[in-house]
Nanobody, 114 residues
Framework: VQLQASGGGSVQLGGSLKLSCAPS????????IGWYRQAPGKQRELLAT???????NVVESVKGRFAIFRDDFKNMIHLQMNGLRVEDTAVYYC?????????WGQGTQVTVSS
């Protein structure tokens, strides 16, 4: 299983970015796909998840600014980020959890400048 993350970049304070995650390969029993981020010197933190059934969960710290959704036609999971803040600067990772395994994408850098 491979997860290809893309869409990161540099943006001004208050700007928006849409990250994309393209999973490929065969996985039995996917629990959910999620987005995480890791800022320099900090632990990796969960941001949002989406199940195969489309149920979403966004953590409180970014709720109202970030949204996770999927494009079934293109087989992609997106993280829409609005109202970006300097503290959102981090490497963003997509993650797939199955019944017996966990997979990570390579990460995409998001930099927010004031």
């Amino acid at each position: 299983v491979q997860l290809q993350a893309s869409g990161g970049g540099s943006v001004q304070l208050g700007g928006s970015l849409k990250l994309s995650c393209a999973p490929s390969g065969n996985v039995l029993s996917v629990n959910y796909i999620g987005w995480y981020r890791q800022a320099p010197g900090k632990q990796r933190e969960l941001l949002a998840t989406i199940t195969l059934g489309g149920q979403t969960n966004v953590v409180e710290s970014v709720k109202g600014r970030f949204a996770i959704f999927r494009d079934d036609f293109k087989n992609m999971i997106h993280l829409q980020m609005n109202g970006l803040r300097v503290e959102d600067t981090a490497v963003y990772y997509c993650n797939l959890k199955s019944a017996d395994n966990e997979y990570w994408g390579q990460g995409t850098q998001v930099t927010v400048s004031s």
